[in-house]
Antibody, heavy 126, light 107 residues
Framework: QVQLQESGPGLVKPSGTLSLTCTVSGDSVTSGTYYWSWVRQPPGKGLEWLGS???????NYNPSLKSRVTISIDTPKNQFSLKLSSVTAADTAVYYCARERWSTVMNYYYYYGMDVWGQGTTVTVS | EIVMTQSPATLSVSPGERATLSCRASQSVSSNLAWYQQKPGQAPSLLIYRASIRATGIPARFSGSGSGTEFTLTISSLQSEDFAFYYC?????????FGQGTKVEIK
């Protein structure tokens, strides 16, 4: 059974860099056809996709954050990470890591949603 | 960026009744749409993918339909555990985008 677990500081100072890691167990970050993603949810608000990475391919980022966000994969540790720079109070949120499954047949892409999620970690900017 | 719009924002339903939630995309997303359920204090969980396919373990009372720009999530007979927030998400384009959510509450 695949499990994801977020970890990192729960408190970050304004203008600092938020750094979170997602540890994957029960699967490999280099196996199959998966995007490894970050999603956040500010208090009392909806879900916001931050970005996704597939193995060694250049990540895709939310354009609203593109200049501040970096997602990377650490293959030996079977982890992927999020860095968000120049944070403000607006970046206070629960941050989730998630797995997005996809496949390709005859050059047609099929997407199966984000089927595995971490429990989420609360990050406060203050 | 594809904008996903969900309606209504809040749906008040009695247990045992049918709930119909809508999700509209600002441009076609084909069938590349998923629905999630989120309960307070929990991570979202996948209900439906490819617009109409139930994820593993999801009860048959949940069904999804639609393609292109108009999608519907139907809960045929609401159970107590179904009162929650529901989000749609498109996977047709980058960036991935979510709807703002629908809260299904007890009437």
């Amino acid at each position: 059974q695949v499990q994801l677990q977020e970890s990192g500081p729960g408190l970050v100072k304004p203008s600092g860099t938020l750094s979170l890691t997602c540890t994957v167990s029960g699967d490999s970050v280099t196996s199959g056809t998966y995007y490894w993603s970050w999603v956040r949810q500010p208090p009392g608000k909806g879900l916001e996709w931050l970005g996704s990475i597939y193995y060694s391919v250049t990540p895709n980022y939310n354009p609203s954050l593109k200049s501040r966000v970096t997602i990377s994969i650490d293959t030996p540790k079977n982890q992927f990470s999020l860095k968000l720079s120049s944070v403000t109070a607006a970046d206070t949120a629960v941050y989730y890591c998630a797995r997005e499954r996809w496949s390709t047949v005859m050059n047609y892409y099929y997407y199966y949603g984000m089927d595995v999620w971490g429990q989420g970690t609360t990050v406060t900017v203050s | 960026e594809i904008v996903m719009t969900q309606s209504p924002a809040t749906l008040s339903v009695s247990p045992g009744e049918r709930a119909t939630l809508s999700c509209r995309a600002s441009q076609s997303v084909s069938s590349n749409l998923a629905w999630y359920q989120q309960k307070p204090g929990q991570a979202p969980s996948l209900l439906i993918y490819r617009a109409s396919i139930r994820a593993t373990g999801i009860p048959a009372r949940f069904s999804g339909s639609g393609s292109g720009t108009e999608f519907t999530l139907t809960i045929s007979s609401l159970q107590s555990e179904d009162f929650a927030f529901y989000y749609c998400q498109q996977f047709n384009n980058w960036p991935r985008t979510f709807g703002q959510g629908t809260k299904v509450e007890i009437k």
